[in-house]
């Protein structure tokens, strides 16, 4: 049996405050969840009853997360994660993306060389 995991990205060059960023961390994780869990329950299930791993990692522009979304989305699960911009940031921003769950190996392709947040 494959090992799952879900990794969420991060825009590194936005000046957030870390309630912010982990506000959206929690976003990404969620939605990427719920689209995997509609195409994939039993891949879920196998995540969750693993302790449900997660890593974070970051990016340095909107460009090279966009870039990560548009290649991702066709082989795992996949949520870009818009500010509403209330507080720190013009609306539409986009901090966050969640990947997965989703087999290692896929994921690994586009974010094994991404370092830790």
């Known amino acids: 049996m494959a090992e799952v995991k879900q990794v969420i990205v991060v825009r590194n060059d936005l000046n ?6 982990a506000a959206h961390v929690a976003h990404a994780s969620l ?14 299930e196998q995540w969750e009853e693993g302790g449900q ?14 870039e990560l979304f548009e290649m991702a989305k066709k082989q795992a ?19 966050a993306l969640g990947i997965g769950p989703a087999e290692d190996a896929i994921i690994d392709k586009f974010t094994s ?5």
């Open 16 to 21: 957030i405050g870390k309630g912010k960023i």
């Open 31 to 44: 939605e990427a969840y719920k689209k995997a869990k509609r195409e994939n329950p039993e891949l879920v």
């Open 77 to 95: 699960p996949a949520a870009l994660i818009k500010d509403a911009g209330h507080t720190q940031v013009e609306p539409g921003t986009i901090i």
């Open 53 to 66: 791993k997660k890593i974070v990692v970051k990016v340095e522009s909107e460009r090279e997360i966009v």
């Open 113 to 117: 060389k991404l370092k830790l947040l």
